[in-house]
């Protein structure tokens, strides 16, 4: 569903179907629409497994800056040549770097087996690549889960399964509610939103398990297992 059907259907929801009269604004709604697209994400921990290239970086210090949509990375490669193949890379962070070696600022070059998270969004090579490894274009591929881009242009569509799509609108509806004083139909709505996640979540991630495998597996606390 576009965002500007879910500000269509919102209204007709909360009574004010004429935008340029009415108590809310547009912006107003897709604030909300994007406030119920994070409250979905957060919820799923399971949207589709983002692939990501990068170049392997250079020098003694080889960082890595992750894409700022990045929420986690779950596996990791590296194009070794001139082997010409493929390796997996352990990911790790900080505290297991040092453990494995205090003076890792100092390694020598080699080929990479490791992936250091180093903080939010950056992330390094250990060992630092050699020569033959480093500077090489869309050598690194990371898997994880990404936030998606938010909801502006009125043809934008959320990145999840269409059966969610139509839940949006009640979100935007029950913030409008509120925003009018009309607490009742606000909770009406709220718990039909609510429900409605609930329900359907549970539902396509038995489907995903079972039959596409889109994700990696996690355990109770939404990590890779």
Known sequence: MQLS????EARQVFGQTDAANSNVSEGQLTTWANLAYDFIIGKTRDIPITERSYSTPAGSSPTITLNANTITVDRVKIYVRPASLWQELEIIDIDDLIAMDADWENADVGIPSHLVRMGTFSARLYPPPNTSIESQSTSLKTYGL????SLSSDSDTPDLPIILHNLFPHYMAARACAFLGDEERSGIHFKFFYGGV???????????????R?????????QPL
Do not use: H, N
């Not at 059907?5 to 269509?8: E, L, P």
């Not at 990404?146 to 881009?149: A, I, K, Q, S, V």
């Not at 889109?214 to 939404?222: L, S, T």
């Open 198 to 212: 609930k329900d359907v979540l549970a539902l396509t991630q038995k489907f995903s398990d079972r039959r596409i």
């Open 214 to 222: 889109w994700k990696f597996a996690r355990d109770e606390m939404g």
């Open 146 to 149: 990404e936030r998606p881009t």
């Open 5 to 8: 059907v879910m500000r269509t």
